[in-house]
């Protein structure tokens, strides 16, 4: 089975960075998402890391050490139009399908 | 490209009446399907999976059934609903390289 967990919650100020983090432990680890929701809106996806290190996309980077079953999602140069939630999700890879298993969600405030 | 329709947008129906939300995905071949559930204030919950025609996964004990009669549509289903079936439900695709899911636009169902 997986288990993960992200903080609830986190407030950050227009213009400044965040570090959302994410820990995980999983019987069958094979890649780390993490995606972006809205209220009321579908999940959008923001990244994927599979082997350890960062990965930088545009303001968004996300680290992934497999060794600590750690992950972090950076934003930098925060905006309004960030706040949301930040779901972070393990994909197990056994047993077909390729499923992914979700954490319940960071929500972000970004305050002027 | 790709495109996944999920209808409809927002249902209300009465305490033991019957369910079918609908699925389908544009732009390519035998995708692996899934249907979540997202409770209010919770994580999303895989509740169904597949990887073919007529191949489902049931993840979670419930008062819920899927099926799949086409390569690209997925169906939800429930005889009678509860209460306790109110949320928002999401139906996702994903390839078979598997490089996360993208969602449907989401079904929030409120069972009065």
């Known amino acids: 089975g997986q288990n993960i967990d992200q903080p609830t919650e986190m407030t950050a100020t227009e213009g400044a960075i965040v570090q959302i983090n994410c820990t995980y432990q999983?019987?069958?680890?094979?890649?780390l998402f993490w995606y972006q929701q809205h209220a009321g809106e579908a999940p959008t996806f923001l990244s994927y890391?599979?082997?350890?290190g960062l990965e930088e996309k545009g303001r968004f980077s996300s680290f992934l050490s497999r060794s600590k079953g750690y992950s972090y999602l950076l934003l930098k140069e925060l905006q309004m139009k960030d706040s949301a939630s930040y779901l972070c999700?393990?994909?197990?890879?056994?047993?077909?399908?390729?499923?992914?298993?979700f954490g319940t969600g960071t929500q972000l405030k970004v305050e002027l | 490209s790709q495109t996944i329709h999920q209808w409809p947008a927002t249902l209300v129906q009465p305490v033991g009446s019957p369910l079918s939300l609908e699925c389908t995905v544009e732009?390519?071949?035998?995708?692996?399907l899934y249907w979540y559930r997202q409770a209010a204030g919770r994580g999303l919950q895989l509740l169904f999976y597949?990887?073919?025609?007529?191949?489902i996964s049931s993840e979670v004990p419930q008062n819920l059934s899927a099926s799949r009669p086409q390569d690209r549509q997925f169906i939800l289903s429930s005889k009678k609903l509860l209460l306790s079936d109110s949320g928002f439900y999401l139906c996702?695709?994903?390839?078979?390289?598997?490089?996360?899911?993208?969602f449907g636009s989401g079904t929030r169902l409120t069972v009065v």
């Open positions: 890391n599979v082997l350890d």
């Open positions: 999983t019987s069958g680890f094979n890649g």
């Open positions: 999700a393990v994909r197990d890879g056994a047993g077909g399908g390729n499923k992914l298993t």
């Open positions: 996702a695709w994903a390839n078979r390289a598997f490089y996360g899911y993208t």
């Open positions: 597949s990887v073919g025609i007529g191949q």
């Open positions: 732009g390519t071949s035998n995708p692996n």
